[in-house]
């Protein structure tokens, strides 16, 4: 189905406000120097959980658990993340996603078909500091398509970026601020890199 690098059976920080399975997604096309989960980031890793791990656990915990988020890696690089969300949406489980909006069609299509209810959305620079952020040329623009679907949905949704002092200094966050403020995003949690 998907292939998953990870996964955590019981969670309380992954969606605000709700217990839930997190699911890790093998694979990610960005480079960030502050990567949280680097041994996530080879699409071409072997599945170290079965699909069929994760929906047999739901299985048993319906009642117990309110939802399943996908996280990464980067969740929108699998070619059958619709099905798997269609799926745990069957189990009775609300969906979350973690992204940085990596991919804008394929986020747009689950968007437009209504499978996430919840999108922790990686808001990583200004635009002008995206690329090196994510060691990626171009990466500014598909992050930004995504950003302007999530906000056009009416999808509940936290925008949050992660400094990395070594990455945003001082005035990329005040760059950032005052992007953010433009586009009329007051709401944006900040959170500090694990370094070390």
């Not at 998907?2 to 709700?18: E, F, Q």
């Not at 929108?76 to 489980?93: D, F, I, K, N, W």
């Not at 995003?185 to 694990?194: E, F, G």
Request: include cysteine; glycine fraction near 10%.
């Amino acid at each position: 189905m998907i292939n998953i690098g990870g996964w955590s059976r019981l969670s309380t920080c992954d969606w605000p406000g709700r217990l839930v399975a997190t699911v890790f997604c093998q694979g990610c096309p960005w480079r960030c120097g502050y990567c949280h989960n680097p041994e996530l980031l080879d699409p071409r890793a072997e599945p170290a959980v079965p699909w069929e791990s994760v929906t047999t656990h739901l299985a048993r915990r319906q009642g117990l658990l309110d939802a399943v988020v996908f996280s990464g890696g980067e969740p929108l690089l699998q070619p059958r993340l619709a099905e798997a969300m269609r799926e745990v949406r069957t189990l009775g489980y609300a969906v979350g996603l973690h992204t940085a909006g990596s991919y804008p069609r394929r986020f747009g299509q689950i968007l437009d078909q209504g499978l996430v209810d919840w999108v922790g959305f990686d808001i990583k620079a200004s635009p002008s500091g995206y690329d090196d952020v994510t060691g990626v040329p171009n990466s500014a623009g598909p992050a930004l398509r995504s950003l302007r679907l999530l906000l056009d949905s009416d999808v509940a949704h936290q925008l949050r970026t992660t400094v990395d002092p070594a990455l945003l200094n001082d005035g990329d966050v005040t760059e950032l601020k005052i992007w953010l403020t433009r586009q009329g995003l007051p709401d944006h949690v900040w959170q500090r890199a694990r370094v070390g």
